[in-house]
């Protein structure tokens, strides 16, 4: 059982009625008392009720069972991890962990303060178990930052970065980055064509930190201390509303079955990337790196048409590079949410990051043939 | 031999490939042309043409009205007069009053106008090419009917976007004879009177091609088989067999086996609707996959295919749990099966090449 559920029933006896804000109150006091007490979350999408899938998923080396609250459940979640290399030749990892449903179209949380361990080995490494149904969730450098500046609006505080990690496109390796405002760290990322891919900050007023936090890319948050309010109030249902935009747009892109219909999206960039050939074969590696991935180049320079078929669950895209600033993605019969969120991410740090849009239905007359 | 390492077999193979390829980025111009430019006057766009009584194939055929266009590319012309003139008797087959298909259930008219037209694609003496066939046609050599007009085509690479470009022939040519089209539709107005040029970039075509895939000649084996590695065989795995994958290595094997004409069937209802991929494409295309070594033939029409991920780069168990992507070189389906074939070529009993051949892969590798 979860410690703050724990910590609940000496309180009440009968916790079937607990809601999620009465979790959110304990975690505010043992934060307040527990300077180790830390709360790591994961923000992800999910194309049906998430609480089910969770409970019905049966994955070889998991055992999960769930308990009913008023508007939150909580997992007991063991992983049992077999392998020659390690000591014994298996591993047990359990914990418990809480879920809820955001308010935002298809986007789902998952949290605990259990360790680091029973984080990753466990409760991260179960929701991706739970793919293509169950997706991870991206935000690039431009949504954090917008996600950032709706906190400082909401809140009239200040975000400031404690630690960051930004990685340039192309080069190996991590670019630290300390102790400066939020908007100086996007802005230095933007000037060198970098992306940033974790954050820890702080929500400071008046040179006092109200909230101490940790936030990546890829739909993961720590809760370290502060006002739990912040976090609960502003940071997660913004962050929920920003990938939820997203992963809707991502949903329901395959090809109509009945009539062969397309529904392609593109990645739009605010300047060319697209200038040289190199540029072609930059983007045609990014795409080549992923794993569980096949892909085929079916015409490489000036213009790019690759096909891309991805293992997990067989969703197939035809990629096209059709201007200086921009690549169209074409969907193919089969298409998740999952395997779009895994393309586009890959096309966003290996390549260069962009802005994923509707590709408007085309409409073109004589004259769009015609014109120099 | 080192595996992979005949590089002029791997050459040829994905030249065929690209020439194929950009063949289809041609017809696929031309539909994307008419079917927007012309949407009010536009009867049918046939990208699989057949007239069975002549057994005859051109690249499409174009209903408009009462104007019908038959569509030829060409890449070269022979420079010799003897096969220059064996390509322009397969031409002149086109001649004959022809009926062209008018709606996709396969009605057929003959118009009452009907020009033939030529596209000569990247061609670097496409004017001489026209003066040669207008001797043949003074001299009587050859004797057209239809006009016979020709049409330069060509890929141009130019800021800020790179364009497929199609371009009249101005001398020693004939003009379209679309005068039953509104004025400022005519070919011979556009392309002849005001020696305009069309132009086609990638965001016109891109749907066609993607929804068409093939044109109207026989594609090379490797093409077929990338398009069945990457767009059909994971579609006819079953559940078990796809979750396996998803929780294992995506590079095992699992077999599938196929039926050449259920598959073909398959893919002229499901994934190219209303094309014309014939039987014998998918037939070479799974023979292509035998000497890859990654299919065997049960039966006649029978093949299992040893079906999973051709990239060898290793994977990540999760990303997560500090799997990282993995940087190489990139490796994609048309350069692995490539290889994959001259590889299996090589332990293949070659049976010595007829005394007409001049390869040494003459008697395997897919001819255009």
Not at chain 1, 22 to 27: E, F, K, L, R, T
Not at chain 2, 26 to 36: E, I
Not at chain 2, 89 to 108: C, F, L, T, V, W
Not at chain 2, 215 to 228: G, I, K, Q, R, S
Request: aromatic share 12%; glycine share 6%.
């Amino acid at each position: 059982m979860m410690r703050e559920i724990e910590t609940l029933g000496q309180l009440r006896p009968d916790t079937s009625g607990l809601q999620l804000s009465d979790v959110w109150s304990v975690v505010d006091s043992i934060a307040e008392s527990d300077p180790r007490y830390k709360v790591r979350l994961i923000t992800f999408h999910s194309g049906g009720d998430c609480s089910e899938i969770f409970r019905r998923t049966h994955i070889e080396g998991f055992e999960v069972v769930r308990h009913d609250f008023s508007d939150f459940w909580t997992f007991d979640l063991t992983r049992t991890v077999s392998r020659s290399n390690i000591e014994g030749g298996r591993r047990v990892v359990s914990g418990s962990f809480g879920l809820f449903k955001a308010n935002s179209t298809g986007i789902w949380t998952a949290f605990t303060s259990e360790g680091p361990d029973f984080f990753s080995m466990a409760l991260t490494r179960f929701i991706e178990e739970c793919r293509p149904q169950i997706s991870f969730v991206h935000l690039t450098s431009d949504q954090l930052r917008q996600l950032f500046e709706r906190l400082e609006a909401k809140s009239g505080c200040e975000v400031w970065v404690r630690k960051a990690v930004v990685y340039s496109h192309r080069e190996e390796g991590e670019i630290g980055f300390k102790k400066k405002p939020a908007r100086v760290l996007f802005n230095f990322a933007e000037r060198e064509d970098d992306y940033v891919d974790k954050v820890e900050y702080v929500l400071q007023s008046n040179g006092e930190a109200t909230l101490h936090a940790f936030a990546s890319r890829d739909g993961v948050s720590y809760f370290f201390g502060g006002r739990m309010g912040y976090f609960t109030d502003m940071v997660l249902p913004a962050f929920a509303e920003e990938v939820s935009q997203s992963s809707e747009l991502l949903a329901g892109r395959q090809r109509d079955s009945e009539s062969g219909g397309l529904n392609p999206l593109a990645i739009v960039y605010k300047r060319n990337v697209f200038g040289r050939p190199e540029d072609n074969s930059h983007l045609i590696r990014a795409l080549g790196n992923l794993d569980r991935s096949g892909l085929a180049v079916l015409h490489r320079n000036p213009y790019v048409h690759a096909a891309f078929l991805d293992f997990v669950d067989g969703s197939t895209f035809d990629i096209f590079v059709t201007g200086q600033n921009r690549i169209s993605i074409i969907p193919g019969y089969q298409s998740s949410v999952y395997s779009l969120e895994r393309l586009t991410e890959q096309i966003f740090k290996d390549f260069h990051e962009g802005k994923v849009e509707e590709d408007s239905q085309p409409s073109y007359t004589l004259s769009d043939f015609l014109t120099e | 031999m080192t595996p992979g390492s005949d590089s002029d077999c791997v050459d040829d193979l994905k030249r065929a490939f690209s020439v194929y390829d950009q063949t289809v980025d041609v017809v696929s111009c031309w539909q994307s042309y008419f079917t927007w430019a012309y949407k009010d006057h536009l009867t049918f766009f046939d990208r699989y043409p057949e007239v069975p009584q002549a057994d005859l194939t051109p690249d499409f055929t174009v209903l408009l009205g009462n104007y019908g266009l038959v569509g030829e590319v060409k890449r070269s012309f022979p420079r010799e007069d003897l096969p220059f003139d064996r390509t322009l008797e397969q031409i002149q087959h086109y001649d004959a009053p022809m009926s062209i298909k008018s709606n996709s259930d396969g009605s057929r008219v003959v118009p009452e106008t009907q020009d033939i037209m030529l596209l000569l694609f990247s061609p670097s003496d496409s004017y001489a090419i026209a003066r040669r066939i207008r001797e043949r046609i003074e001299d009587g050599r050859l004797s057209v009917q239809n006009n016979l007009v020709l049409v330069e085509a060509f890929f141009e690479n130019t800021e800020p976007r790179s364009r497929y470009v199609f371009r009249k022939v101005h001398t020693d040519n004939r003009p379209f004879r679309d005068s039953l089209l509104p004025k400022e539709l005519r070919l011979e107005e556009v392309l002849g009177l005001h020696k305009e040029s069309i132009k086609v970039y990638p965001e016109h075509f891109k749907d066609f091609k993607v929804k068409e895939v093939f044109c109207n000649d026989n594609p090379p084996p490797l093409y077929t088989a990338v398009y069945l590695w990457t767009k059909v065989f994971f579609t006819l795995l079953d559940k078990e067999q796809i979750a396996t994958w998803r929780k294992g290595n995506p590079r095992r094997s699992v077999p599938l086996l196929v039926e050449i004409p259920s598959l073909t069937a398959q893919i002229n209802s499901a994934f190219v609707r209303g094309g014309s991929v014939r039987t014998s494409w998918i037939s070479d295309a799974l023979e292509f996959l035998r000497v890859c070594d990654l299919a065997m033939k049960e039966s006649p029409g029978k093949f299992t295919v040893q079906y999973h991920n051709l990239s060898s780069h290793s994977y990540a168990d999760s990303a997560r749990e500090g799997g990282s992507d993995v940087t190489q070189a990139t490796e994609e389906y048309v350069d692995t099966l490539a290889r994959r074939y001259c590889e299996g070529l090589t332990k293949e009993v070659v049976p010595p090449p007829p005394a007409t051949t001049t390869g040494p892969h003459q008697t395997r590798l897919p001819v255009e």
